[in-house]
């Protein structure tokens, strides 16, 4: 009988959420930190209020450093999808720890072929991809 954990975390003595998003060249890069929690909600709400109204054309998630997340992690990963979808098809994700991977994969949150490995191997595949089918 298999077991799905609620709650995945990484100790590194982190106790926050935040996000830096940068934009440049129609590139859009969102960096989430901390842990992806329910009582953080506030911020992930203010995190995808702010994407909503941002231009761009490739989306990379980078949650190199995202230490842990629970349930509400589901939820606040699914919204953010559909928010960065409504501008875009090209989506990454890049730099998710195992532990954090397999519990939203296993929630179907993720797809195998959105993850990479680090934000300068999503920028080689969509770069590679745009430029071939613009030849």
């Not at 980078?62 to 098809?89: E, H, P, W």
């Not at 954090?100 to 993850?115: H, M, P, R």
Request: hydrophobic share 45%; charged share 25%; glycine share 6%.
């Amino acid at each position: 009988m298999s077991k799905v954990t609620d709650t995945v975390s990484v100790d590194d003595g982190s106790d926050i959420f935040q996000y830096l998003i940068a934009e440049k060249n129609k590139v859009l890069v969102v960096t989430l930190i901390g842990i992806m929690g329910a009582r953080f909600e506030v911020e992930m709400l203010k995190c995808l209020r702010e994407l909503d109204t941002t231009d761009f054309g490739l989306a990379i998630v980078n949650m190199r450093d995202v230490s842990g997340c629970d349930n509400y992690a589901i939820n606040f990963m699914a919204q953010l999808k559909k928010v960065l979808r409504k501008k875009s098809t090209d989506i990454a994700i890049c730099g998710v720890r195992p532990s954090i991977k397999d519990f939203l994969l296993a929630q179907g949150v993720l797809s195998k072929t959105e993850i990479f490995n680090n934000v300068k191997d999503a920028l080689l595949r969509y770069t590679s991809t745009s430029n071939k089918s613009a030849a």
